[in-house]
């Protein structure tokens, strides 16, 4: 197309929602004329789904669960009022709870302030209060978040000594919804440890986000923990930030979470309309079923254009490939459908992988997020600094962002643009909620169930497996005082086709003084282990 087609084109596909300081561009995107009008009768269908939903039926067949994570935007929307009155008393909780620790009227043990949040995660528990934090810094925050998020004790120790002295002054929140979560539960188990070790008691350092009932909730009881703030079954990992899990640790940092909330509710209204060709959720799931031939042929590479989004595709990565990936569809067929993401921020990666974007395969499409205010509304150090005649740095990135929009159309790489006025706690809540819409909406065009996440219990199971496995090795060496092999080993437990995983196991063992296990030789076959004591 020559530039006035393209220009045609674009005032024909973009977008405008001045309610929400919002737009989007579809129109660099190649998809024939009849495109939209042939996905009416799945859209339509996605739209009944959407709305059964959120009337709360049971979405989550394998679970049998509801997902209401919609009601936590606008809580009259929700079926019952007890769930109504659930999310409200939450809601009121949490800011009472804040406020009493800015306040100091809840104090550590051995200060008058709480100063530090260290939140004990993973998943969804860790990656939106992440994101949020990182968008909506402001130097005068009252409190700074910190995040255990892996079960990686290195990582664990690394955080410990970045806080050092200050654990004393720190809020420990613990989030998992059943509180079996293994990996919130070994680093709740390192940070209390680390609590012990300077003569604290974790209980009047410590919050649980759990549900009513849960293993969690009753430890943190019967610990004498500081509170409790419950969330529900029906809110999946990846779409709780508009829960406790997103909202106490925001609340903490002295964000306004009304605002997050009134941008999420906001957008949520909008993406209810039915008039798909208004509707940006709607826009955007056909846009990703056009770009990737609805079986996620192509990956979604999403470039926001602002520092302060840098984690913005790390979260989407669970969003939508927790959400879509799947190996079969709600008819049981095998499908193997998906949608893979990445991506980091422009314009480093002018620098980084855009040069294969533009040159290489062309596999992907792109979604870039441009933020037209160059600072956000409390930004510190305003300069508008010319750094050439009647230009500034940040006329450069968005001149970094249109030339890339630019050259990786004419090389024929596919991409769409969502522009934000500005980015606050109203905007970033609409952002995130017109993706939760966006993941529904696709999810009924390819006929799968994004509620749910096998694949990921069957990474568990198989976690579980090889934690058995190494308790059964524990053992035989510790009481048979036996030096063998990993094959050897490995029948001796009676296991022998576990042999490659005793091996990586010992492996590992050996590796680390203080486990107990020593190794003479090397390689899978020569190596052989020992329990030293």
Known sequence: ????????????????????????????????????????????????????????????????????????????????????????????????FAAKIHQGTLKPQRHDRFEHVLIIGIGGSALGPQLVSEALWHKDNPMSLHFVDNTDPDGIAKTLSKLGDSLEKTLAIIVSKSGGTVETRNGSLEVAHAFKARGLDYGPHAVAVTCEGSKLDAQSKSENWLEQIYMWDWVGGRTSIFAAVGLLPAALQGLDIDAFLEGGKMMDELTRTPDSERNPAALMAMMWYAAGNGKGEKDMVVLPYKDRLMLFSKYLQQLVMESLGKEKDLDGKVVNQGLAVYGNKGSTDQHAYVQQLRDGLNNFFVTFVEVLSDYTADAENVSNLEVEEGITSGDYLSGFFLGTRRALYEGGRDSMTITLDALNANSLGALIALYDRTVGFYASLVNVNAYHQPGVEAGKKAATQVIDLQKKLLHSLQSEKKKGTATE??????????????FKILQHLSSNSGRGIERSGEGPTAAQFRYRG
Request: aromatic share 10%.
């Open 1 to 96: 197309m020559n530039s006035d087609e393209l220009w045609q084109r674009y005032c024909k596909y973009h977008r405008s929602y001045p309610e929400l300081g919002f737009s989007l561009d579809i129109s660099r995107i190649r998809f024939s004329d009849d495109f939209l009008e042939n996905m009416q009768g799945g859209i339509t269908a996605a739209f009944e789904a959407m709305s059964s939903l959120e009337a709360g039926e049971i979405a989550n067949p394998d679970e049998g669960r509801m997902v209401g994570h919609y009601w936590l935007r606008k809580p009259e929307l929700a079926p019952s009022a007890d769930v109504t009155d659930a999310i409200n008393s939450e809601n009121k909780k949490i800011k009472e």
């Open 489 to 502: 080993l490995a029948v001796l437990i009676g296991n022998p086709e576990e042999a490659e995983t005793a």
